[in-house]
């Protein structure tokens, strides 16, 4: 075989396998591709599965600290108030009798001055005048008592108020807390799943452009080989070189010239 017609089925044979080995390699590539992008995509969701139970944990850490804080103060302004309540009380109650004392000591100089001028102090004028003071007494001692009464009455309702209103205060912002905490565990687990589907799409198309990639080398290789076998043809690997035999009939020659097709004539030279 010369040696153009041989270098041409040699082309079209690397070719062949070029295309096969290029084809092989871009279908390989696509699925490690694919693999790859779904074990990343994997990793992401436990990573986004990881970081929500972390947020809604460290929420429900907060949210618990917030109303045990609240839980304090709130008890802090009950006892607080149950002290001043204590000692409102104790107040009011000398106040009373501090008063209860001044009428009587008030009371008392007005008989001693009345029985030491020698009017009789259980009749006329100055007994009036006693009977008024100490009316006068009474009343201001029914003030004081309503007074201190109504004081301490609304000292409690204020410290139950205020102990309410710093549990009720620590409760919301609890919630908030836990709130935001659940939103933000949501928010890490739809990036996490918008990231993993993405990272799983482009495996997909890595896959499916791999293959497609692998089908296109496969046919520029035999596209390739077909060339070169066309090449190899046209050179006459296909049509020999005519070649010349002799007939059992002396003098009469048969040449074949490719195609199935011979050519005959008598040679004169040779005899019987």
Same mark, same amino acid.
């Given at each position: 075989?010369?040696? +153009?017609?041989?270098?041409?089925? =040699?082309?079209? #044979? &690397?070719?062949?396998?070029? =295309?096969?080995?290029?084809?092989?390699s871009a279908?390989?590539?696509?699925? #490690?591709?694919?693999?790859?992008?779904?074990?990343?995509?994997? +990793? !992401?969701? $436990?990573? $986004?599965?990881?970081?929500?139970?972390?947020?809604?944990? &460290?929420?429900?850490?907060?949210?618990?600290?917030?109303?045990?804080?609240g839980e304090a103060n709130a008890t802090y302004i009950e006892r607080?108030?149950?002290?001043? #309540?204590? #000692?409102? $009380? !104790?107040?009011?109650?000398? +106040?009373?009798?501090?008063?209860?004392?001044?009428?009587?000591? &008030?009371? =008392?100089?007005?008989r001693a001055r009345a029985s030491g001028s020698g009017i009789q102090v259980n009749t006329g004028s100055p007994l009036q005048f006693l009977n008024a003071q100490v009316d006068e007494g009474i009343t201001q001692r029914k003030y004081m008592v309503l007074k201190h009464t109504e004081t301490?009455?609304?000292? $409690?309702?204020? =410290?139950? +108020?205020?102990?309410?209103?710093t549990r009720y205060t620590a409760e919301k912002n609890a919630e908030v807390t836990m709130a935001n905490a659940e939103a933000n565990a949501s928010m890490a687990l739809a990036n996490a799943e918008l990231a993993a589907s993405q990272q799983e799409t482009a495996g997909e198309l890595a896959y499916e452009s791999g293959q497609a990639q692998g089908?296109?080398?496969m046919i520029q290789g035999i596209g390739s080989a077909v060339s070169g076998l066309g090449s190899a043809y046209s050179m006459g690997i296909f049509n020999p070189t005519p070649s010349t035999f002799l007939t059992s009939t002396a003098g009469f020659q048969s040449t074949y010239v490719g195609s199935n097709t011979f050519s005959s004539s008598w040679n004169q030279n040779i005899r019987l």
């Open positions: 075989m010369p040696l +153009d017609i041989a270098l041409a089925v =040699g082309s079209s #044979l &690397v070719s062949l396998f070029g =295309g096969y080995s290029a084809s092989k279908k390989r590539y696509g699925k #490690l591709a694919r693999e790859a992008a779904y074990a990343n995509a994997s +990793d !992401l969701r $436990g990573f $986004g599965e990881f970081n929500a139970a972390n947020i809604a944990a &460290v929420g429900a850490i907060n949210a618990g600290a917030i109303i045990d804080v607080s108030t149950e002290r001043n #309540l204590y #000692l409102y $009380g !104790l107040q009011a109650g000398e +106040d009373v009798r501090r008063h209860l004392t001044a009428e009587r000591q &008030v009371a =008392g100089d007005i301490i009455q609304s000292m $409690g309702e204020e =410290g139950a +108020d205020k102990a309410f209103v089908q296109a080398a």
